[in-house]
C-alpha cells in the first residue's frame, strides 16, 4: 500500500450509491486512501450523486459551492484538495458540471468506477477529467472487494449489487438514461461475493438494483437464473441468515419469486413494491405497463404466499394532467392494500424524459397540497401496524449502539427499528423482543427470553421469521432502506 491519504466519500440518493461508494473507496485503498468521516481533513472528496429529483441534483451544486472553500482554505495551508463528481448527476451532466463548479477536479460515470486510481492520479498532475462514456467491460470485474476488515467495519448487514440499469422507461424517470440498460451480475461472482461477506460476519444481505426482480443472471450451469433462483442460493449459505431484495417492479414478480416468499425461511417477509399512482388513467401516462388491478393481483398472489408480508411503495403526486378524481383513487389504493409505509414525492419534470414535455403540468401549491393529504393516509396505514405490534414478540438482527446510554438498535422482519437496553456483545446477534412500545418509526422493548441464549433465526426458528407473530392482515412497518421517508410539502423534491 502506498502512502497514507485521507478520502472522503459523500453518497446522495438511494442504497445503490452507498454500494457503489463502499465499492469505490474499497478501490481506492490499494492506492493508499484510508476513508475519514469529515470532509475537512481529506484529500480527496468523492461526491456520489442523484439525478432523480431536481432537488437532489441541486443539493450537489450547493455542496459544490461549500467545497470551493475548502479547497481555497485547503490551498491557502499548502495542501492539495481533489474534488470527483460520481454517480447519477456525472452521468448526465458530465462537462456541464465542470463548467458550472470550477472545484471539480474530476467526473465519473456510474459505469466506470474501477477506472477512479488512474482519473485521480491524472487529476493529481493537474489534469481535469470526465469519464461518462457506457464502458464496454464490466465494473464489477475490475472493483476491488473490500477487506475483511472493511466489511467488519460496516457492520452485520450489507448491500450486494445484482442488477443495474433499467429498460422500463416510466415516463417521469431518468434512471434508463443515466444507468442505461439493464444487466445482471453473473450468480457466481454474486455468490462468491456473498460468502466472503458471511466469512467477515455479515448476518443479513440486501440484493439491489434499479429493477432487482428484473435480474436474469448467467446461472452456474450456463443457463440464466432468475432472482427466485439466486435467492434460493443464498438462503442455504452458512453465515446468512437473512436476505431481502429492492427495489422491485410489479410486473417482473413471477411466480417462482412469489413462491420464495412461501417457501424461503431466510426470506424475510418485508417488500417494496413502487406503484406510483392508483389511477389506471395516470398509470397508463406514466407507462407503467401495470393497472392498479394487475398491481392488486401481484399483492393477493404475494400475502396468499405469505400472510404477514409487510408490503411499502412509492408514490408520486402531480404527475402532468393528473386530476382530484386520479388523486382520490392513490388515496382509496394506499386504504386497499395496508401499507406498512410508503415514500412519496411531488412529480418533478426531468429534462429528457417524456413527463417533462407533456401539457397539463400542475401547479406547486396543488403538488404541495395533494403530497400533504397522501401522506395523512399514509402516516394512517403506518401508525396501525406500529400499534398492532405491541405486545408481539418479533426476532431482532442486533446492529448497533442506540443514541442512549445502554441502548442497542436492530431490525425485525419488517425492518422496523427496534430499541432495547442490552448489552453490546449482543450486536450481530438475533434474539426474541418483546414489543412494549412503538414512536413514529420505531418499537421498543426487551429480550423476551434471559441472555444465556441469545441467538434466534437458526433454520428451525426462521420458518416463523414474525418469532411467533400472528400474521397480521398486512404486517408492520417494514420499508425499502432506508424507512419510508417523506419528501417536505414545501420542497420540490427529495
Ligand atoms: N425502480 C423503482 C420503480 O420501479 O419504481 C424505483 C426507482 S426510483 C430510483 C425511486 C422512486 O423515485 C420512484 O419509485 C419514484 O417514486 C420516484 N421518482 C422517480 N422519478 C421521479 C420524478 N421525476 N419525480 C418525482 N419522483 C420520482
Ligand atoms: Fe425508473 Fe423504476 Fe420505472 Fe425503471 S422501473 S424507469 S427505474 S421508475
Redesign the pocket.
Known amino acids: 500500500m502506498k502512502g497514507a491519504r485521507k478520502l472522503y466519500v459523500k453518497s446522495f ?2 442504497q445503490m450509491n452507498v454500494y457503489d461508494s463502499q465499492r469505490m473507496a474499497d478501490t481506492l485503498a490499494p492506492e493508499g486512501y484510508v476513508e475519514t468521516a469529515t470532509a475537512e481533513d481529506a484529500d480527496l472528496i468523492v461526491l456520489n450523486t442523484c439525478h ?2 431536481e432537488k437532489a441534483a441541486e443539493k450537489v451544486y450547493s455542496e459544490l459551492g461549500r467545497l470551493r472553500r475548502l479547497k481555497e482554505a485547503a490551498a491557502a495551508d499548502g495542501r492539495s484538495l481533489l474534488v470527483a463528481v460520481a454517480g447519477c448527476v456525472a452521468q448526465a451532466e458530465g462537462d456541464e458540471i465542470v463548467r458550472r463548479a470550477p472545484a471539480v477536479d474530476l467526473v465519473v460515470g456510474s459505469q466506470n468506477y474501477h477506472r477512479l486510481p488512474d482519473l485521480v492520479a491524472h487529476a493529481a498532475r493537474g489534469g481535469r477529467v470526465v469519464d461518462t462514456d457506457f464502458a464496454l467491460d464490466d465494473k464489477f470485474d475490475h472493483l476491488a472487494a473490500p477487506s475483511r476488515a472493511a466489511t467488519r467495519a460496516r457492520g452485520v448487514t450489507a448491500f450486494v449489487t445484482v442488477q443495474e440499469g ?1 429498460d ?1 422507461f ?1 415516463a ?4 434508463p438514461y443515466t444507468r442505461g440498460a439493464e444487466s445482471s451480475r453473473p450468480a457466481e461472482k454474486i455468490v462468491t461475493e456473498v460468502e466472503r461477506l458471511a466469512d467477515a460476519g455479515v448476518r443479513e444481505v440486501t440484493l439491489i438494483g ?2 432487482v426482480n428484473a435480474y436474469h443472471g448467467v446461472g452456474a450451469n450456463g443457463r440464466p437464473w432468475r432472482l427466485a433462483r439466486l435467492l434460493e442460493r443464498l438462503a442455504g449459505m452458512p453465515g446468512i441468515e437473512r436476505l431481502r431484495y429492492t ?3 410489479p410486473l417482473d414478480m413471477d411466480d417462482d419469486l412469489v413462491a420464495a416468499h412461501r417457501d424461503l425461511p431466510a426470506l424475510m417477509p418485508q417488500l417494496h413494491l ?1 406503484v ?1 399512482s392508483g389511477s389506471d388513467r395516470v398509470l397508463a401516462a406514466m407507462n407503467r405497463r401495470h393497472s392498479r388491478a394487475d398491481y392488486l393481483d401481484v399483492v393477493a398472489r404475494l400475502r396468499e404466499a405469505r400472510p404477514d408480508l409487510a408490503l411499502t411503495s ?3 403526486v402531480g404527475f402532468p394532467g393528473e386530476t382530484e378524481n386520479d388523486f382520490a383513487a392513490t388515496l382509496t389504493l394506499v386504504e386497499e392494500v395496508g401499507y406498512a409505509g410508503a ?1 412519496s ?6 429534462p429528457g ?1 417524456p ?1 417533462a414535455d407533456m401539457s397539463r403540468q400542475l401547479q406547486e401549491a396543488e403538488k404541495s397540497d395533494r403530497l400533504r393529504r397522501l401522506q395523512r393516509v399514509i402516516d394512517q396505514e403506518q401508525a396501525k401496524f406500529s400499534r398492532a405490534c405491541v405486545g408481539r414478540t418479533l426476532s431482532v438482527l442486533f446492529e448497533r449502539p442506540g443514541r442512549h446510554r445502554g441502548q442497542i438498535v436492530g431490525r425485525s422482519p419488517y425492518l422496523q427499528p427496534v430499541q432495547i437496553q442490552a448489552p453490546p456483545s449482543l450486536i450481530g446477534e438475533i434474539a426474541d423482543v418483546t414489543i412494549t412500545e412503538v414512536a413514529s418509526n420505531s418499537l421498543f422493548g426487551a429480550l423476551a427470553s434471559p441472555l444465556s441464549s441469545p441467538c434466534k433465526g437458526e433454520v428451525g426458528e426462521r420458518g416463523e421469521p414474525g418469532g411467533g407473530l400472528t400474521p397480521p392482515r398486512t404486517a408492520v412497518g417494514g420499508s425499502t432502506l432506508p424507512l419510508p421517508g417523506r419528501e417536505k410539502i414545501a420542497g420540490a ?1 427529495a
Open positions: 440518493g438511494c432523480i429529483r433499467c422500463k416510466c417521469f424517470c431518468v434512471v434499479q429493477n427495489t422491485s417492479h413502487p406510483q412509492d408514490f408520486i415514500f414525492f411531488k412529480y418533478s419534470p426531468r424524459t413527463g423534491g
